[in-house]
C-alpha cells in the first residue's frame, strides 16, 4: 500500500487542511483508496464546497415542487397524477478534452439523473458556448469542438429515443479555452412511483446494474474542478466514452424493475462512479453500505479498488432492492441482456465499507464523505470586469445593412444545421421544436403540455451578475409565457471561472442571489441544478454564465409560433418600445456585431412590469389572439421583427419616439413581445387590464421588411435578403 | 384489426408506432418482443424506427439475426402485410425481404426534417388510400436513409411499380430519390420517412396516416 505523502495529497487535489479534515474524521491516516474516495466526494464538482453556502439563498419550494434540490433530479407536480422530473448537468470540461465524448456522456449523464427518479425521459435541450469560429488563432479548433459536441450530442440522443427540442448556442472569445456544454433534461413520472437515491432496509441487497466497471473516466470529477493548464491535454483518458444503446436498455430495464416494486432505491453512477453512489444513498438513507469489489462485474482484468471504486465509466445503476425478491429484479436485467449482480448489502451502522476479496480496503462513515464535506465561505471583492462604462461613439451609415450583418452573426443566425441532426420528434410530443423562443411538449399521459426554454447571457452577467443573472431568468420566463405557458418551476447550471479568485467569487455570489431574487419574484423556484467553476484556460476565465431552465404549463393546442403567418394582420408591440441610454446599449448584440465592443452596464430589468408583460402574453395566446408570438430579446425589436419575417410575411411598422435610430432597433431592453393579430381591440384591452403598454406598430405584408421612425424610413428590404444570410451563416463559418 | 410492432432492443419508435395504431387510427396493437418465435395471430406487423441491437456493426445487420425474424420473413411469404419504418427499412433490406442497402446520408450527417413525398404508386395495401401523384408530408430522421441499388434492380423496381414514395427535394442521395418500395408481392414495404409521426394533428401533418388506413383497408377487403 501506498503511503500517504503530503504530494499524493495534493494530486489529489486536497489541501492540506482538507486532509488534516480526514484525519480527524476517521480517527487515523486514510488508506490509499479512500484518500481517492475522499478527494473525489470532496471535490467542487461533487460537494459544491465553494457554492454550498450561497446555494442555500436560492427559493426551492414553491407549489408544484415535490420534490426540490438534494436528488437526482427536481420534481414538479403537472396534474393528472403525474410530475416531471429535471435538471440541468454541464459537461464544460470534458467537452474540451474530447468534444464527441464529452458532449455524449453529458447527455447520457443527465437522462440517467432523470430515469433514476422514475421518469421515462422525453426532452432534453442544450445550452451551448463556443469561441467564435472566424477566430484568427483557435477558429478551426473552435469549429472543430462545435462540430464534434453537435455530433455527440445527436449520437447519444438519437440513438437512445430522447428528442433534443432545443436549446441555445452562442459565440464569444472567453469560451476559446473553455466551451460550455450544459444539458436540460426532462422525463414523466408517475406521482405515485418516484424513486429515490436512498439505501433503505438494513440487510436489503445492493445490486449492480448495467456496463461493466473499466479504467475510464478516473477522476473526472477532480478533472472538472480544476482550471485547466498545458498538461490538461493529457487528460484525455478522464473523458469517459459513452454507448447510448447501453443506456437505452438501461432505461427499459430499471423503469421495468421499479414497475415491480421490489427495489427500494436507485442511483446512478456518474461522477465519482461508485463512490459516489453507494456512499450519497447510505447518506440518503441514514444507513450504511457494505459492498465487495470482487462481484462488481469488470471490464478489464487485474483493476485495483482504488480505479474500481473512482471509475466513471458510463451506462451503470446501483439498486437497493427488497431482500428476498432479487430474482425478480435479476430476471429483467437478464431479459434486457444486462449485468445484474448484488455486490453488497444495506447496513445499520452508517459506515461506507468496501471490501476487495474479502480484505477491507475503505471504511469511512457515510456522512463524513457526503455531508461533512468541507464548506467554503471563500473571500470576495467586487465582481471582475474590466469593461468602461461609458462606449466609444458610433454611428451607423446603413441602418439595413446593420440588420443584415446581424442576422448573419453567430448569436443570431440560424442554428438549424445544428438542431437538424438532432431527432427533435422521436416520441411523437414535440409539439413545437428548436426555432422558437421555447419548445412545447405534450403529455400524452395527462393530455396537458408543458413549455420548455433555456436562456444565459454571459454578455450581460459580466457586465453586472446580479442584474444579468435576474435577466435570464425572466427572458426564460417571458420564453415559456410567450407560447402561452405558466411559468412555475426553474433548474440552473452556474458557470464560472477559479472560485478562489476574490473577483470571480464575487461574480458568482452577486449571480446565485440575484437568480434568487428574480426566481422568488417570478415564482419559479429553482428544483436543482448544477455548479461548474474552473471554467479557465491559463488564468483567462469565461464570463459569468448563469443558464436557467423553466418548465410552464399549458392546455394542448396547435402552437403560437414567432413567424408571421398571414398579410394584412396588426403587428403588435406589447410591452412598449421601452427605454435604453449609452450605457444600456453596451451589452446588445448590435455592440457586439458592429460596434465591436462591450460596456456600460446589461439593460434595466423592471420585474414587477416584466410580470404583467407575461401575464398579458399568456392570456393573449390563451384566447387565441395571436396568431404569431415572439419575445425581443438578443439584437432588440429589428431582429425580432425580421426573425418573424423569415418565413416569407414580413410586415411594414412605423415606430414612435425620438431616440436615436440605433437605440430603437437595436437595444435589447426586456418585458417587450412582438405578436401579429387581427383583434388588435382585444389585444389593447388584455393589456391595459394588466396595465401594460401596447403600440400597435404596423402590419404584415407579403416578402418585405420596412421599418420607420416617425416617417422616416430606417429599415427597407426584401425578406429573401434577411434569410439568406441569415440561413447560410453558420454552415459558411464552419467551413471556415 | 391488430397490429404487432416488433420490439428489438434499440427500437425507440416502438411507442410511437402503437399510438399511432391505438389512438390517431383506433385500431389494435400488440408488441413483438424479439426473442419471440410467434406474431401471436396479428393481422399486419410493423418494424418500427430506432436502432436496433445499436445499429452495431451496420444498420439492422442484427436484426436479421433475431428469432422474430424468422416470423417476420414466414409471414411476409405468406402474404402478410410487413411494414418497415426508418430502421425497420434498413431491417428489411438486410435480411433480403426488399431490394438494395441503406447507407450514410450523402452529407454524412443526421437528419431531422419535415419532408415532402411524392406518392408514386396507389396499387398496394400501403398507399391504396392516396392520390397517384399527391404530395405528402411525413418527416425522415435517420444518418442512414441515402437508398441504393444497382441500376438494373432500380429499373426493375420502377417497371414493377414497386416505388411507393420519391423525395421530392432528395435529402440523403437516395438513387432516383427513393423513400419507400414495396416487394415484388407488394405486401411489403419498407420506407424511411415515418408515418407515425405524421399521424396527429398536433405534430403537423397527418399524411402519415393514409398509410395505417390503407393497410386496414387491405385487410379488411381480405378478411371480408
Redesign the interface.
Known sequence: MSAITPELVAAHQLTAEEYERIVRLLGREPTYTELGIFSVMWSEHCSYKSSRLHLKKLPTKGPYVLQGPGENAGVIDIGGGYAAAFKIESHNHPSFIEPFQGAATGVGGILRDIFTMGARPIAVMDSLRFGPLDDPRVGPRNRRILQGVV?GI?HYG????VPTVGGECVFEPCYNGNPLVNVFALGIVRQDRIFYARACGIGNPVVYVGAKTGRDGIHGASMASAEFTEESKQKRPNVQVG????E??LLEACLEAMETGAVVGIQDMGAAGLTCSTCEMGSRGGTGVEIELSRVPQREAGMTPYEIMLSESQERMLLVVQRGREEEVFRIFRK??LDAVAVGEVTGDGMLRVKHNGEVVAEIPSRALADEAPVYDRPRTRPFRTAPMEGPEFSSHDLTADLIRLLASGDLCDKRWI??????????N??LGPGADAAIL?I?ETGNSLAMALDGNGRYCYLDPRQGARLAVAECCRNVSTVGALPVAATNCLNFGNPERPEIMAQLVEAIEGMGEACAFFETPITGGNVSLYNETLGEAIYPTPVVGVVGLMK?G?PVTPAFKREGLHVMLVGGLGACDDKRFGATQYAKVIVREIWGLPPLLDMDYEKRVQAAIREIVGEGLAESSHDVSDGGLAVALAECSLGGVGAEVDLPGDDRPEFVLFHEGPSRIVISTAQPDRVERIAARHGVEFLRLGHTVRGALRIRQRGRLLVDCSVEQLRRPWESALEEALRG | MKFGIVVFPGSNCDHDAWYAVTHNLGHEAEFLWHDSESLNAVDAVILPGGFSYGDYLRCGAIAKFSRIMRAVERFAREGGLVLGICNGFQILVECGLLPGALIRNRGLRFICKQVELRVETINSPFTSEFQKGQIVRIPIAHGEGCYYADPRTLDELEAEDRVAFRYVDNPNGSLRDIAGILNAGRNVLGMMPHPERASDPLMGSTDGLLVFRSMVAALSHASR
Open positions: 455530433a445527436a438519437n440513438c437512445f429515443g454507448d447510448p444503446f447501453m437505452k436498455l434486457w441482456g438542431w437538424e441532426q438532432y431527432d427533435y420528434m422521436v416520441r411523437t414535440t409539439v405534450r400524452k394542448t396547435l
